[in-house]
C-alpha cells in the first residue's frame, strides 16, 4: 500500500498538499476510492480512502488511527560531519532512516570541509526514505551546530566519539549498552587531537569501527546497523 506523509492530520476528512497530491494522483494513477496510509512522522499510523483524486490538493477520508506505530525501541542520536561531497552525506541520511535513528546533528569540526546545508533538501530525503520503509517516525534533523557547543549540552544516555588516532579506544559493541546513544563521528580529516580530549572531558567514550578506515558517511551506517544488532538481541 502506498504511504504519503502528513503531518498533524485532523478530523475525519484530510487534504494532502500539492506535492503528495501530485504523486498520489498524476505519479502513482491513484483514484476515488483507493486506499493510502498516511505517517505523520510522530507515530501516527492512518488508513485513508481517497475520495476527490485532485492533483493538487487530493481529498482523503481517514478510515482508521493507530499511534506509536513500531517505534524504535531504542533512542539512537548521531552528530556527524557532513561530507565534501553532498550526495555522501545524503545518502547517509537516506540509509540512516531506512535502518533506524532518531536525532541526526550535523557537526561543524575543526576539519569539516562544508558549512552550508540545504536543510529543505535534506528534509525531503528523510522523509523519503521514512515513507520507503514503512516508517511512521521521522527522524529530528537540526540546524548545523559546532562540536564545541555540542559538548557543552548535559546529554543523557551512552556518549561516545568515533576517530582513528592510535590512542586507546574501545570497539562500539564494548559502549555501555543504555538504550539510548549520542555518538559523534567526524570529518573526512578525523576530529583533531584537541577534539577528542575535549570530548573525554565531557564524558564521551572512545571507540573504532574495526580494523578499516571507514568514510564518513559509510561510519554513520555503520554505526546505525551495529546499534540496532545490539538492541535487537537484547529484546529477543
Known amino acids: 500500500?502506498?504511504?504519503?506523509?502528513?503531518?498533524?492530520?485532523?478530523?475525519?476528512?484530510?487534504?494532502?498538499?500539492?506535492?503528495?497530491?501530485?504523486?498520489?494522483?498524476?505519479?502513482?494513477?491513484?483514484?476515488?476510492?483507493?486506499?493510502?496510509?498516511?505517517?505523520?512522522?510522530?507515530?501516527?499510523?492512518?488508513?485513508?480512502?481517497?475520495?476527490?483524486?485532485?492533483?493538487?490538493?487530493?481529498?482523503?477520508?481517514?478510515?482508521?488511527?493507530?499511534?506509536?506505530?513500531?517505534?524504535?525501541?531504542?533512542?539512537?542520536?548521531?552528530a556527524i560531519s557532513p561530507t565534501r561531497q553532498m550526495e555522501r552525506f545524503e545518502w547517509f541520511l537516506e540509509k540512516a532512516t531506512e535502518i533506524g535513528i532518531s536525532e541526526i546533528t550535523p557537526l561543524m569540526c575543526e576539519r569539516t570541509e562544508r558549512g552550508r546545508l540545504k536543510m529543505d533538501r535534506l528534509e525531503k530525503i528523510i522523509v523519503s526514505a521514512m515513507k520507503q520503509s514503512l516508517r511512521a517516525y521521522?527522524?529530528?534533523?537540526?540546524?548545523?551546530?559546532?562540536?564545541?557547543?555540542?559538548?557543552?549540552?548535559?546529554?543523557?544516555?551512552?556518549?561516545?566519539?568515533?576517530?582513528?588516532?592510535?590512542?586507546?579506544?574501545?570497539?562500539?559493541t564494548d559502549l555501555q549498552r543504555a538504550g539510548s546513544y549520542t555518538l559523534l563521528v567526524g570529518p573526512e580529516g578525523d576530529f583533531t587531537g584537541e577534539e577528542v580530549r575535549n570530548a573525554i572531558d565531557t564524558g564521551y567514550r572512545p571507540f573504532h569501527l574495526g580494523e578499516s578506515r571507514l568514510r564518513t558517511e559509510t561510519a554513520g551506517v555503520h554505526i546505525c546497523s551495529t546499534i540496532k544488532i545490539i538492541e535487537s538481541k537484547h529484546q529477543d
Open 138 to 172: 521521522k527522524p529530528l534533523l537540526y540546524e548545523p551546530v559546532a562540536l564545541e557547543s555540542l559538548l557543552a549540552r548535559d546529554l543523557s544516555g551512552t556518549r561516545g566519539i568515533a576517530h582513528c588516532m592510535e590512542t586507546e579506544r574501545v570497539a562500539l
Open 1 to 78: 500500500m502506498h504511504l504519503f506523509y502528513t503531518p498533524n492530520p485532523r478530523g475525519e476528512q484530510h487534504k494532502l498538499d500539492e506535492q503528495e497530491s501530485r504523486h498520489a494522483v498524476r505519479v502513482l494513477r491513484l483514484s476515488r476510492g483507493d486506499r493510502v496510509i498516511l505517517v505523520d512522522g510522530t507515530g501516527g499510523w492512518y488508513e485513508a480512502e481517497i475520495l476527490d483524486d485532485h492533483h493538487k490538493h487530493c481529498l482523503l477520508r481517514i478510515l482508521s488511527s493507530r499511534e506509536h506505530y513500531r517505534p524504535l525501541p531504542y533512542h539512537l542520536h548521531i
